[in-house]
């Protein structure tokens, strides 16, 4: 069965370091997202793409955070400077479908960003 | 503005036990979707379900079952003879029809289910 996967699995940084996260979405699927989960926290929303593109963005997601497909396959994650409270998982999702909100959303296993 | 509300934060039962996870929505869009995942201690998201806002039938798959209700708008989850592994945090989630199919969540429901 065909399904998300994300690396590293675990990221350990020294605070002001820029990290890469990165995913391999399902291979036919068109819209990507990335959403963060701080230890013990709520899953919450921070960008979706679309046709090579940010189709939307959460409040958190601000100018440290930047997304890329750079090529076929892959979809990065890139924190340009991290800080403390940037500690969270972080997973990847991807859908088949084209509109509306009813596709199920298929989760890498996340990747868990420790900044020291 | 969408809302997910998961009022109970954490719950324990004894194994055999059923159990209701609640899940109360808030929406402006006539036709949204609504999630359950299962986060299970090793971290990563399962899903369960999906429902749109349009077939309010409720759903059982083995001892899972969903009670999907627009006039109160909520959409809970019962574990029927609970198990040890049940044990997680469980996830509710809503994506409306106008918002590019991003996902809110709620805050999550620790089920603790003892031997």
Not at chain 1, 10 to 25: A, D, K, N, S, Y
Request: aromatic residues 14%; negative net charge; proline residues 3%.
């Amino acid at each position: 069965e065909p399904e998300v996967t994300q690396t590293p699995s675990h990221q350990v940084t020294q605070m002001g370091q820029e990290v890469i996260l990165r995913c391999v979405p399902i291979s036919n699927h068109l819209y990507f997202y990335w959403y963060r989960q701080i230890l013990g926290q709520k899953v919450e929303f921070l960008v979706s793409f679309y046709n090579n593109e940010i189709s939307e963005k959460s409040e958190i997601f601000d100018d440290q955070f930047s997304v890329e497909r750079p090529d076929g396959s892959n979809f990065t994650l890139k924190i340009r400077s991290t800080k403390l409270e940037d500690s969270a998982m972080y997973f990847c999702a991807s859908i088949l479908g084209t509109s509306g909100g009813q596709n199920e959303q298929f989760f890498g296993p996340g990747t868990r960003l420790t900044v020291l | 503005a969408q809302k997910v509300t998961q009022a109970q934060t954490e719950i324990s039962v004894v194994e055999k036990e059923d159990v209701t996870l609640d899940c109360v929505y808030e929406t402006r869009d006539t036709t949204y979707y609504l999630f359950w995942y299962k986060q299970p201690p090793s971290g990563e998201l399962v899903f369960l379900i999906r429902r749109n806002s349009f077939d309010e039938q409720n759903e059982i798959s083995g001892r899972y079952s969903w009670n999907f209700q627009k006039s109160t708008s909520s959409f809970n989850f019962t574990i029927t003879a609970s198990q040890v592994v049940d044990s997680a945090v469980y996830f509710c989630a809503l994506s409306e029809q106008n918002a590019g199919n991003m996902l809110t969540f709620g805050g999550g429901t620790r089920l603790m289910v003892k031997p």
